[in-house]
């Protein structure tokens, strides 16, 4: 069982970064991807970023040249650095971890920007 335990969000004013991490229970580079969704209220939930065993990434347009993901595979952890936050960028933020069709998920961490 994959258990991911994601950390970070918090509270910030607009224009304001955060760095929120997710630590894996297991290696994470036996992952076929990680990513980063995120749920606004009331909104489904999205795909916000992917980093893949190849470290290629890509990222939903709503946050590109903002956000930022990566991984540290000796930490097992993957980040997700955002910057220039908006109150639109407010939500609960998951992190996803998928091997072939299996996929696992955190509990989520709540980031709320302010205007």
């Known amino acids: 069982q994959v258990q991911l335990v994601e950390s970070g969000g918090g509270l910030v004013q607009a224009g304001g970064s955060l760095r929120l991490s997710c630590a894996a229970s297991v290696t994470i580079t036996s992952m076929n991807a990680m990513a980063w969704y995120r749920q606004a209220p009331g909104k489904q939930r999205e795909l916000v970023a992917t980093?893949?065993?190849?470290?290629?990434?890509t990222y939903a347009d709503s946050v590109k040249g903002r956000f930022t993901i990566s991984r540290d595979n000796a930490k097992n952890t993957v980040f997700l650095q955002m910057n220039s936050l908006e109150p639109e960028d407010t939500a609960v933020y998951y992190c996803?971890?998928?091997?072939?069709?299996?996929?696992?998920w955190g509990q989520g961490t709540v980031v709320t920007v302010s205007s």
């Open positions: 980093i893949t065993s190849g470290d290629y990434t």
């Open positions: 996803n971890a998928r091997v072939l069709s299996i996929i696992w």
